[in-house]
């Protein structure tokens, strides 16, 4: 009698891995904060070295052609002096603006599905009427928060005012592409896009709308840059994180972040308007 042949024993299971935790949405919206950050200083350093180089050159060679030798270092230093207005708002623009275009390239690109979403948006005459409906709005309670804290006395000095002032009197063309253009375009990018965006897509929107408009509130007046007391910074805060709200609803309620740039054009285009005719934004 032959001898079975005995049947193989089944090859063992290997324990099932533990699925890959899911990042987790806050963790994301404070990594894109800290990239944000961190790009926006790393590009001021930069263009202030860039706008230091070129003082450099240009007092250095003014001075060999007027007096025929090279400064020192501490006249130099001195004839340097500050940057002007144009210099600081193209500082701010390449800062601000590098930043927002990193981390939508990086971190929040647009898929085409949402293109396609935005575009059918744009053509909704809806999508205008809540663009228009929220810039007035914004114009009038940022209006009736400032007449209402003057009551008691609060009167805050927006920290930008100065610099508008000035540009707006030497580079009217360029303060007008900048604030009701440019600016519009790459801060709607960074808060909205980027920042409120990363929560919305995770179910999240109202805890985006919150600390997207607190950081936007943050970046306009930050504490300590400016003679604003705590009340006239509580003041601004209120004023620029209800704007940044205001931007995040119209955003999720159109479905297009044109809304939001348009509506965020209006509103500087009205500032830049009350600083021409009155002296004040």
């Not at 708002?89 to 601000?96: D, E, G, R, V």
């Not at 009427?129 to 009038?140: D, P």
Request: proline content about 6%; aromatic content about 12%.
């Amino acid at each position: 009698m032959s001898a079975s042949v005995p049947a193989s024993a089944p090859p063992p299971v290997p324990p099932a891995s533990a699925a890959p935790r899911a990042a987790s949405p806050l963790a994301g919206f404070f990594t894109d904060l800290g990239i944000g950050a961190v790009a926006m200083f790393g590009l001021s350093m930069v263009s202030g070295l860039l706008w230091g180089i070129y003082r450099a050159v240009a007092v250095s060679s003014a001075n060999v052609k007027a007096n025929g030798s090279a400064m020192d270092a501490a006249t130099m230093t001195e004839a340097l002096g500050r940057p002007g207005a144009l210099a600081q708002i193209l500082m701010a623009l390449f800062a601000t603006g590098g930043a927002a275009l990193l981390l939508y390239f990086w971190r929040r690109p647009a898929n085409v599905a949402e293109r396609q979403a935005s575009l059918q948006a744009l053509r909704r005459p809806s999508t205008w009427g809540w663009t228009l409906l929220v810039a007035t709005l914004i114009v009038i309670g940022s209006n009736g928060i400032a007449f209402l804290a003057k009551q008691f006395g609060i009167e805050p000095v927006p920290t930008n005012l100065a610099l508008m002032q000035s540009a707006i009197e030497r580079f009217p063309l360029f303060l007008v592409l900048f604030a009701v253009v440019l600016a519009p375009a790459y801060e709607e990018l960074l808060f909205r896009r980027v920042l409120f965006g990363r929560l919305w897509s995770a179910g999240r929107p109202w805890l985006g709308l919150v600390l997207s408009s607190f950081a936007f509130a943050l970046i306009h007046e930050v504490p300590g840059t400016s003679a604003n007391g705590p009340a006239e910074i509580a003041q601004l805060w209120l004023v620029y994180g209800g704007m940044g709200a205001a931007f995040c609803w119209l955003y999720k309620r159109t479905g297009t972040l044109w809304a939001a740039i348009a509506a965020h054009a209006l509103n500087n285009a009205v500032a830049l308007a009350a600083l021409v005719f009155f002296g004040s934004m």
